[in-house]
């Protein structure tokens, strides 16, 4: 028999600890407040109680829109898989010309979204509509309203949701090795072969992980269905927004949205099953960059890039049309009717004279940043703890850190702000509602799963022989980590970084319930300055924030990612 | 006399300095308060210069700016918190056992209810209480009326003669020319929306209903939201109403935000005068219970709900003011306003239902 010695080397120590402030982490911010939310629904006035269960079966408007949401959720992972896939081949894989203001024209999706972008494409399809009023024009008896209910909100939502295609699939096709796509074409393979064959298996872990993410986020679809759903096609996650607003009905929120919650765990499960069956890694260990792909088909080619620039008009037209009406007022966007005398630069001058317009911008960035570097380097840990251990520790670690996809922004927040504004024990007994720490924690935690299930893509996509050769030389896991894996890796990081950080710029869901009186961010700010409710010229001013936080994101992506592909590129 | 008064600004003034200095250095705001009631002969509604953390729903067009501004000429520092009605309550509610606001204006009786309810308040009878006209104030001295906003059903006269124009809500849905004509809103988290919601459900009043309200009432509720049209994010009523694509031509709307949307808009709006008359939301001011400031907060009020600033807020935001001292000040379409006649509002029964209402019209109703 062998004896165990319990030693405590300095390792075990330090791997102790990080597993104590995970399991704090995970307690403190991701399961108390949100069981404490749930609790609530199925506990009134001290009994158990399914009346919200009863009300919500009965209602006809929950149940059609719970159906819409589950329909929409996995419609949209396949047409956006479709679409997304077809991007990354237009601009990194086939000889497309002109693919670099392509690629330029397909990423505007990461600069903006949500109710902006709807708004863009109905300057399009809407019932003023250019696009609409065109076919009017040639058929008289066209329906000015056929750009509304559940194909429109697909058709828009397919061409918004494809940015992290654009990001993590594009980077893993940097990742294909070239040298066996020549040795499959020396072996006289076809050029469909060669891609189902060895291109898509290389691709296969980042594209579960970015078809997770549409998975959500057809779930929790909110602006395309409000702006375009019609009355045929509303979704869920409107209702429980509502619903979180209105105190007695909070626990009707909540049950919505667990029951969304649940659609999520059941995919979740899935997909860490199947990841957990199949090892990914790159095929070669001496990786040469692809060289474009020229379509043999001459014809294939044609319809190549023609598709190509038909995306590219889709992606391109919406943002073009925000930012020219942008310049204009409310009631031209109204309208929808531009004219030269229409344009105005007084939105911009308005904002750039009040001093007090600069500091939300000053606080969200910070915040942002500082949300989006902490929730990095906790996801790092993480993953390397993931990747060295497979064990049921490691794997609740994981299913913890996943539970903000579980819930809607709204109820976390109000689950944090409810348990934290009274002392509690694990917390050194000090009450975080109305601190400027709170709304970090908020920040950080929403921004988990994602940064999660992305860095571990990255993670699984790393070769262990690089480790193997770096230990065997004997350097300490620590340096290893710093030294050889983390510079593969960084391009992705960052990647994750920047958007986390658009993400949270704008942010209103989670920063009206903790934001601090002294420091009101952006999307707060916005929120009060656009809302149809107080002001009359909400809707130029919503698009003039839109612009400027669309230059803000630009920036910031220009210097992380771009810029980090510049670097990459010239190491190869 | 206008010496003294100069003389008192500036010692405030200096003083406020001094104190925002201090509290800057990281002072707590208790060492700043004893030397000031040091200057015993400050007026009750001069500010000591405590820093008041002021949350309201009432912060927009420059409002916040303006009362930050008007409040240091007399002595207050004020910070100002501003979300939506729905947003400021579950933030006192939430905040409940470690307050942060210790002044909260704005919002509508159905709120204050609630907030009553929950034990979030403090009441205070501020000095210009009776300066209210009856009826508006709270009777347990809770929450006092600032200003009043009529919640109207607009059109715009360029479009629709007022003959042509609806004459109270029910016509809507009764009278087949308005079907598809007018805008609903599919949130329901909105004070104005609550009122006409209120004001169309309290005539159909009976203890014997589904949440005191008859079958009857309800089958209003249903027709009103089968024969309109839901409003549009991104686009208001007025951008609605001017549209030639859509169908509406009228909506609800709350008096003080006429004028603006007239502007940007080019519209000229008229209202219907039901016989019942229109519903009032009522916007008060309140002390939040646990404030570390209480006697601040209490001068604040009396500041701020006194006919001289409930004026001058008035000229600068054409709102109507509940003080009736002040109305005088407002301008004259407010003036008009202040004319038409109140509908009867059971106010208490509205605030222990509305919540459940607006539930029910959700998950039965709400197309």
């Given amino acids: ?572 | 006399m206008k010496k003294i008064s100069r003389r008192c600004f500036i010692q405030a003034a200096a003083l406020a300095a001094a104190t925002s200095a201090l509290t800057a250095c990281g002072a707590s705001s208790s060492s700043a308060q004893a030397a000031v009631s040091s200057t015993s002969d400050m007026p009750s509604n001069k500010g000591t210069g405590v820093t008041l953390n002021i949350y309201t729903n009432s912060e927009t067009d420059g409002r916040d700016a303006w009362l930050i501004e008007r409040a240091a000429q007399d002595g207050f520092s004020v910070q100002v918190v501003g979300a939506g009605a729905a947003d400021t309550q579950n933030r006192l509610l939430a905040e409940k056992s470690a307050p942060i606001a210790d002044v909260v204006f704005g919002l509508n009786a159905i709120i204050w209810e609630s907030l009553k309810a929950e034990d979030i308040l403090l009441p205070y009878v501020p000095e210009w209480a009776d300066e209210i006209p009856a009826g508006l104030n709270d009777p347990d001295g809770y929450y006092h009326a600032i200003v009043k906003q009529a919640i109207l059903l607009v059109y715009d006269l360029n479009q629709m003669s007022p003959e042509e124009a609806p004459k109270d809500w029910p016509d809507l849905w009764t009278k087949p020319e308005f079907d598809q004509k007018y805008e609903y809103l599919t949130g329901l988290g909105g004070g104005t929306v609550r009122n006409v919601l209120a004001g169309i459900l309290v005539r159909y009043a009976d203890p014997n209903g589904d949440l005191g309200i008859s079958q009857e009432g309800w089958d209003a509720i249903a027709e009103y939201y089968k024969h309109g049209v839901p409003n549009e994010s991104g686009v208001d009523l007025y951008g609605q109403i001017v549209s030639d694509t859509s169908t509406v031509v009228c909506g609800q709307m709350w008096s003080s935000g006429i004028e603006t949307r007239d502007e940007q808009y080019g519209t000229k709006t008229g209202y219907a005068v039901p016989d019942v008359g229109v519903p009032y939301a009522v916007e008060g001011v309140a002390i939040v219970n646990g404030t570390k400031n209480v006697d601040e907060a209490k001068r604040f009020v009396n500041w701020f709900g006194s006919a001289q600033i409930q004026g001058e807020w008035a000229k600068a935001f054409s709102t109507l003011p509940a003080n009736t001292n002040a109305v005088s000040m407002a301008n004259e379409f407010n003036q008009e306003i202040s004319k038409l006649p109140a509908q009867q509002i059971d106010w208490a029964l509205v605030a222990k239902n509305i919540d459940a209402w607006c539930e029910k019209i959700m998950l039965e109703y709400m197309p």
Wanted: net charge positive.
């Fill in chain 1, 1 to 572: 028999m062998k004896e165990k010695k319990i030693s405590f080397t300095p390792e075990k120590l330090w791997s102790i600890a990080v597993f104590a402030f995970f399991a704090w982490f995970i307690f403190s911010f991701l399961l108390f407040p949100n069981l404490n939310t749930i609790v609530s629904v199925f506990y009134q006035d001290g009994h158990f109680t399914t009346e919200v269960f009863t009300k919500l079966i009965n209602s006809e408007k929950a149940m059609r829109s719970l159906r819409n949401s589950l329909i929409l959720a996995p419609s949209l992972s396949l047409t956006v898989g479709f679409v997304g896939i077809s991007l990354v081949l237009i601009t990194e894989y086939f000889d497309i010309k002109g693919a670099n203001i392509l690629r330029l024209g397909y990423m505007t999706t990461l600069i903006y979204g949500g109710i902006i972008l709807v708004s863009g494409y109905k300057f399009i399809y809407g019932k003023t509509g250019i696009l609409t009023s065109l076919f009017v024009k040639i058929f008289p008896n066209f329906p000015i309203d056929w750009f509304e209910g559940y194909w429109a909100v697909l058709f828009v939502m397919t061409f918004a949701c494809t940015s992290n295609h654009m990001i993590f699939l594009r980077n893993a096709m940097r990742s294909v090795d070239f040298q066996t796509v020549e040795a499959a074409q020396n072996m006289g393979a076809s050029q469909f072969r060669i891609l189902t064959r060895v291109v898509f298996p290389v691709l296969t872990p980042s594209l579960m992980a970015v078809t997770i993410l549409t998975f959500i986020t057809g779930l929790s679809a909110t602006s395309a269905p409000l702006l375009v759903g019609g009355r045929d096609f509303q979704t869920i996650t409107p209702m429980i927004l509502t619903f979180a607003n209105n105190i007695s009905s909070r626990p009707l929120a909540a049950l919505l949205a667990l029951f969304l919650g649940v659609a999520t765990i059941l995919l979740l499960t899935i997909m860490i099953q199947i990841e957990k069956r199949g090892h990914y890694m790159s095929i070669s260990k001496v990786k040469t960059t692809i060289v474009k792909q020229k379509i043999r088909n001459p014809v294939l080619n044609v319809l190549a890039h023609v598709y190509a620039y038909f995306l590219f008009l889709i992606y391109v037209v919406p943002v073009s049309l925000v930012v020219l009406f942008s310049f204009t007022d409310s009631a031209t966007i109204a309208s929808k009717k531009l004219t030269l005398s229409s344009f105005t630069l007084q939105n911009y001058i308005a904002i750039f004279q009040k001093a007090s317009s600069y500091k939300p911008f000053m606080v969200s960035i910070c915040y942002s940043a500082i949300a989006a570097s902490i929730a990095a380097v906790i996801v790092l840990v993480a993953c390397r703890i993931l990747q060295k251990r497979k064990d049921r520790l490691s794997g609740a670690m994981e299913y913890g850190l996943l539970i903000p996809w579980l819930l809607p922004t709204t109820l976390m927040a109000l689950g944090l702000i409810t348990t934290y504004n009274t002392p509690r024990p694990w917390m050194l007994n000090k009450v975080l509602t109305g601190t400027s720490i709170i709304m970090l924690i908020g920040y950080v935690i929403i921004k988990i799963p994602f940064t999660l299930r992305m860095t571990k893509a990255a993670f699984f996509s790393l070769d262990d022989s690089l480790e193997d050769a770096a230990r065997n030389m004997g350097a300490k896991p620590f340096y290893t980590f710093m030294r050889v894996q983390l510079p593969i890796i960084l391009p992705t990081v960052l990647a994750i970084f920047a958007l986390n950080f658009n993400g949270l710029l704008g942010d209103y869901d989670m920063s009206v319930f903790m934001y601090h009186p002294l420091n009101k961010p952006l999307g707060v700010y916005i929120k009060s300055l656009t809302d149809s409710e107080t002001n009359a010229d909400n809707a130029a001013l919503t698009f003039v924030y839109a612009v400027l936080m669309m230059i803000i994101s630009a920036i910031v992506m220009y210097l992380v990612y771009g810029r980090g592909n510049k670097i990459d590129k010239s190491k190869d």
